[in-house]
């Protein structure tokens, strides 16, 4: 039962917030996309992006791979490498990025046990590394959004797999809101909005109409 003395207005251990997570980015690559087909990969792109840019509003550390990126996959699409300007691109041969050592040593050097996963394909380099940090005691978060599979069965049963296994099913906004999650919060506020009106679709086209007819402090 319920303490009603102990109940106080303070969030759950569980959201993410800028100071407990890390963002993995795990093969964003143009070979990776032409086999894509679990959905619209505009989308996915769109999705990948935002998720990027509202890393670095809140300063969470990212760590960028790719897989066999001069013999096979190409290079991490210039979209999402262009946000992180200078900033090192692990690649790797292991279709599990976490058994590349490099990856691993970049993941605990950001000291976060949260660790927010996006990448290409679902069913393989996402659920990959995901299963292998949850035995490891990490708590995982998948961008279902700003990732995909060869088709919406292998997509879907992926999740599905992870989901059973323990990781949390998340989308790009719903990480860019939870990071924010005070429209109080002004020094990232506009930073957000931004994000928002660029990658949030219809959400971001009733941003601009909320700041014309309101004014710049409409929030949400």
């Known amino acids: 039962m319920v303490n009603i003395d102990e109940v106080t207005a303070a969030p759950s251990p569980d959201l993410l917030t800028p100071d407990n997570c890390a963002v993995l980015f795990v093969d964003h690559q143009p070979q990776m996309f032409f086999g894509t ?16 840019k509202a890393a670095k509003v809140f300063d969470v550390p990212v760590v960028l791979s790719t897989v ?23 690649d790797r041969s292991t279709m599990n990025a976490w058994e590349d050592e490099a990856f691993v040593e970049a993941v605990k050097a950001t000291g976060r046990r949260k660790l927010v996963i996006a990448g290409l394909w679902t069913e393989v380099c996402v659920v990959l590394p995901a299963l292998s940090a949850l035995a490891q005691d990490y708590e995982v978060y998948v961008v279902t959004d700003a990732s995909g599979g060869v088709s919406p069965q292998a997509h879907e049963h992926a999740v599905q797999r992870m989901v059973q296994a323990g990781v949390v099913p998340v989308t790009w906004v719903q990480v860019l809101l939870e990071l924010q999650r005070d429209w109080a919060r002004t020094d990232t506020y506009m930073p957000v909005m931004d994000v928002v009106k660029e990658h949030g679709g219809t959400y971001g086209l009733g941003v601009v109409y909320a700041q014309a007819v309101i004014g710049d402090h409409a929030a949400g």
Do not use: C, H, Y
């Open 37 to 52: 087909g679990s959905g619209d990969r505009t989308a996915i792109i769109n999705a990948t992006v935002g998720l990027a």
């Open 68 to 90: 066999a990126a001069e013999s096979f996959s190409g290079p991490l699409m210039p979209q999402l490498a262009d946000v992180f300007p200078g900033q090192t691109i692990i």
